[in-house]
């Protein structure tokens, strides 16, 4: 008996809406990495890209607990010496919400060229309107 491998023409993918207003980061991003994995599917590969499309509005209005409003702080480093660079959340979540919500679902994708490949199902964007109506994605409740 062997192991039933489905291929890539049999996967089927669907497309998802996920309103992020008044949800917590970390755990919207949590659930939208797995929809994005295609873990909660019965046919799911760890080694093919299995999972669903997700749209994602109002990021603009996503929240954090405790405190990391005012001190969480993203840090980037250019390669050079004294290249460290960092914003906080409270600015950065002004001037591009979209970067914040990538940046913490990118976190829990594979780190290599599936994981880039995955990520690039995610469209996310701050307001209520999207260019995707033409997809007809299903309002998923998180």
């Given at each position: 008996?062997?192991t ?7 996967i089927e ?43 994602v ?19 980037h ?25 990538i940046?913490?679902v990118?976190?829990?994708?594979p780190?290599?060229?599936?994981g880039?490949k ?20 299903v309002?998923?409740?998180?």
């Amino acid at each position: 008996m062997k192991t039933y491998t489905p291929k890539l023409n049999e996967i089927e993918k669907k497309w998802y809406l996920v309103d992020a207003q008044g949800k917590v980061l970390g755990r919207l991003a949590s659930k939208v990495a797995q929809i994005l994995l295609g873990k909660g599917k019965p046919k799911f590969t760890p080694h093919l890209d299995s999972g669903d499309y997700v749209v994602v509005i109002n990021c603009d209005k996503v929240m954090l607990t405790g405190k990391k409003t005012r001190l969480k702080t993203y840090y980037h480093y250019t390669g050079y010496p004294g290249g460290l660079k960092k914003e906080e959340f409270s600015k950065l979540i002004k001037e591009k919400p979209e970067k914040v919500f990538i940046h913490s679902v990118k976190g829990m994708l594979p780190h290599n060229r599936l994981g880039d490949k995955i990520l690039s199902k995610l469209f996310v964007y701050s307001g209520e309107k999207h260019p995707h109506s033409a997809q007809k994605p299903v309002p998923l409740e998180l």
